[in-house]
């Protein structure tokens, strides 16, 4: 069984600062992709990011990059020059994948970091 | 298509009743999924569907939990007799088999049970 462990409950950052969000995940699996998800209060969770286990390049999409370091089974989300609307709890999760790429389907989620970006 | 839709958005229930929620997820999507979220946690797997077939269903989901997606399209979830532990958001979400880009999620259905 797949486990996603987050190990910061809640985080802080002053806007327009870089803020970096822990995800470490333990896995017997090789193809996997991985996710970070952002919550917002009271509002629908949404993609921020996602990485392929085979790919070493880390993703990037705009202000959010991760660091995949796949020995370590470690997957960080940073987010640069962070912005009031940032504020949400953010999920680290894990997707197995079948060989040809499409999907097993279910997510497995780490517990969630609260970030509160301050003014 | 705005999205996936969940409906109620929220319920309140006393306990021992039985309570249904619906899906209806993006209409190219070929997958549905339910997940269970209580508060300050992670969503935890229920189940999901591919087209009309249930695929997969978690250890989370007792006999007292049925998911249905008769026509492969709209998904109900129904809880019979509930308890206060039933007390969480449920959240929907679909996808397309064939790529692993991740859910849309729904805006998920928040139950009380009283």
């Known amino acids: 069984a797949q486990t996603v462990t987050q190990s910061q409950p809640e985080m802080s950052v002053q806007e327009a600062e870089t803020v970096t969000l822990s995800c470490t995940y333990d896995?017997?699996?090789?193809?996997?992709?991985l996710f970070w998800y952002k919550q917002p209060p009271s509002r629908q969770m949404i993609l921020v990011i996602r990485q392929e286990a085979y790919k070493q390049q880390n993703a990037t999409e705009n202000r959010f990059s991760v660091n995949f370091q796949k020995a370590a089974k470690s997957f960080s989300l940073k987010i640069s020059d962070s912005q009031l609307g940032d504020t949400a709890m953010y999920f680290c999760?894990?997707?197995?994948?079948?060989?040809?790429?499409?999907?097993?389907?279910?997510?497995?989620f780490g517990q969630g970091t609260i970030l509160t970006v301050h003014p | 298509d705005t999205g996936v839709s969940q409906d109620p958005r929220h319920k309140i229930t006393k306990r021992g009743q039985n309570v249904t929620f619906r899906c209806d997820p993006i209409?190219?999507?070929?997958?549905l999924y339910w997940y269970r979220q209580t508060l300050g946690q992670g969503p935890e797997f229920l189940t999901y569907f591919q087209n009309e077939a249930q695929l997969e269903k978690s250890r989370l989901l007792s006999d007292r939990f049925s998911a249905e997606r008769p026509k492969g399209s709209f998904s109900t979830l129904e809880i019979q007799r509930t308890e206060q532990g039933d007390s969480a958001m449920y959240l929907c979400?679909?996808?397309?088999?064939?790529?692993?880009?991740?859910?849309?999620f729904g805006s998920g259905t928040r139950l009380t049970v009283v």
């Open positions: 896995t017997s699996e090789n193809n996997y992709y």
């Open positions: 999760a894990f997707m197995m994948v079948r060989a040809g790429g499409t999907s097993y389907g279910k997510l497995t």
């Open positions: 209409s190219e999507h070929n997958r």
């Open positions: 979400a679909s996808s397309w088999e064939g790529v692993a880009y991740g859910y849309t």
